[in-house]
């Protein structure tokens, strides 16, 4: 324990449950030297659900909407991993066109995620007003999603087998509205980050990790591609039609607070090439397969025994769902790989040796989601 | 580095320890291994071939086997290869050595299986709640026959 280690000339500073840094509520204690980090602790489970077990007594089709709430940033790829799996295991092609429809929806989601996430972040390093760009653009990017899925935040939209809508007449025309915009406000917050002293003396050099630790840490997204490492599951194991879109894994070297927020960006701008893209080409045809039991308004089914490990990429890294079916129409065991879990792990060896100033503005660029921690 | 050649090479490392395995894809392997060796076969495979990726790590309880099974699924930052590894203990007793040594991040993953299975990893540097509080310690909620905590709210209790 943290407290009885604590010697001369050392204090335990708790940051949490409650704070305005943190996605949700965990703490974090940090033992400290004068004015630097020497240990510290996370601890978590302030808001445990326990997901895994509701699953279990949960049909098929009801636990779209637990999953949901998983991660209320990235209800949508929890969605694609969950449905992914009942998918593998009952052997469902999904037909092109929802395909498309689907790789839109979880691009649009990115997106969102990512304008929070920054924009939450340059006001944890006191640039307060960024956050309010940021979520200006991001209440466009939320709208076009609203005119798919009808919900903001809490989807329910993908089934087995396909989606539960079709995409909105002139949906097309709305996003060439809202893109340039977005565009145009994403290379603004670059000039800022780029030129602002005060943010670059915050961010620049803070918090580096190595290609070799933060594999080892055992983190993804953008914090792994940071460092120089082009893991992405999109590319790695292409699900979706993901195959056939152009887009590359964007990737910085310095492995700092800096290049994290600068993968994010760079990736807003790939999701956006994507959807445009997706619009281009998607064909027309059916939402679901044809001559299967498996519809939108199929409440009972039974899916047939076996295992199966399905990932996708989230906004925050790898987000897999391991499925256990018994041949009931509830899954065994489901459990959930959260891409946040192993990045709020490796805050303790991360924060060692930094100044008290900097936890802020390493732990906020993380991007974590305590909620999907806890699930 | 293919699925195939991934079970040969475990195959001949350690023919003692590694049984019923199963190649369901390109890019998915599935193998059983003995509990008492589950760290060395990790060491091999993240050392020699390259599964560096600790994906996840949990429990799964089957009672009327009377057993209880721990998963490692491990993917590589080199190949596409996912194996999935597991471990059959008995569910009375259930004890595994832990494989923190080798992935740093099976730290969160194990204390979460022990307080949701009571599998206790042995030689884990911490070994306490992750989410739960406390007192539920021994309560193992995710086995099957868990029937609900105990409400000791004021109400209940008078």
């Not at chain 1, 400290?32 to 049909?59: A, Q, Y």
């Not at chain 1, 960024?130 to 939320?142: N, P």
Request: glycine letters at 8%; hydrophobic letters at 35%; proline letters at 7%.
């Amino acid at each position: 324990m943290l407290e009885e280690k604590v010697g001369p000339s050392e204090m335990i500073v708790h940051l949490g449950p409650q704070h305005p840094m943190l996605p949700g509520p965990f703490r974090l204690n940090a033992r400290l030297r004068g004015e630097t980090v020497v240990d510290s602790e996370v601890e978590m489970g302030f808001i445990h659900k326990g997901i895994e077990k509701i699953l279990e007594n949960k049909t098929y089709l009801q636990g779209i909407t637990i999953v949901d709430r998983i991660c209320y940033l990235a209800a949508l790829s929890n969605e694609e991993a969950y449905v992914g799996c009942v998918e593998k295991l009952a052997g469902i092609e999904v037909p092109e066109r929802s395909q498309y429809i689907r790789v839109i929806v979880e691009e649009l989601s990115r997106l969102q995620s990512h304008l929070l996430g920054m924009g939450e972040y340059a006001s944890f390093v006191g640039f307060v007003s960024m956050f309010m760009y940021t979520i200006k653009e991001r209440e466009d990017v939320l709208s076009l999603l609203d005119s798919i899925t009808g919900a903001r935040i809490t989807h329910s939209f993908l089934r087995f087998g396909g989606v539960k809508d079709d995409l909105p007449a002139g949906f097309k025309d709305d996003v060439k509205r809202v893109f340039p915009n977005v565009r145009k406000a994403i290379d603004s917050y670059e000039d800022m980050y780029r030129t602002d002293a005060i943010y670059k003396a915050r961010t620049v050099g803070v918090g580096v990790l190595t290609a070799d630790i933060a594999k080892d840490l055992g983190v993804s997204g953008p914090p792994l591609r940071a460092t120089g490492v082009p893991f992405d599951i999109r590319k790695d194991e292409p699900y979706l039609v993901y195959e056939d879109l152009d887009f590359k894994v964007c990737t910085e070297k310095a492995g700092d607070v800096y290049a994290r927020i600068q993968v994010r960006l760079d990736e807003m701008r790939e999701s956006m090439y994507i959807i445009e893209q997706c619009l281009d080409q998607i064909p027309e045809g059916p939402l679901f397969p044809e001559n299967t039991p498996y519809g939108k308004r199929s409440p009972v089914m039974r899916i047939p025994a076996g295992e199966v490990y399905h990932r996708v990429e989230d906004p925050r890294g790898e987000m897999g769902f391991y499925m256990v079916s018994d041949g009931s129409d509830k899954p065994y065991r489901v459990k959930v790989r959260g891409p946040v879990y192993p990045t709020l792990q490796a805050l303790p060896p991360l924060l060692k040796g930094v100044k008290v100033a900097d936890i802020v503005a390493i732990a906020g660029s993380m991007d974590t989601c305590t909620s999907e921690v806890d699930r | 580095m293919d699925a195939n050649s991934i079970i040969d090479s475990l195959y001949s490392q350690f023919p003692d320890d590694i049984y019923d395995t199963d190649v369901e894809s390109d890019i998915r392997v599935v193998a059983k291994v003995k509990s008492e060796n589950i760290t060395n076969v990790c060491r091999y495979l993240k050392e020699n071939l390259s599964f560096g990726h600790l994906s996840c790590e949990f429990g799964i309880d089957y009672p009327d086997r009377g057993e209880i099974q721990v998963l490692y699924v491990i993917g590589s930052y080199e190949h596409p290869v996912v194996l999935t590894l597991k471990a059959d203990l008995p569910r009375d007793d259930p004890q595994i050595e832990s494989v923190v040594p080798v992935y740093w991040n099976a730290n969160w993953y194990e204390r979460e299986t022990y307080e949701l299975f009571g599998v206790k990893f042995i030689d884990h540097p911490d070994l306490k709640p992750l989410v739960l509080p406390e007192e539920m310690l021994g309560e193992w909620p995710l086995r099957k026959d868990y029937k609900g905590f105990p409400n000791k709210t004021a109400k209940n209790l008078v």
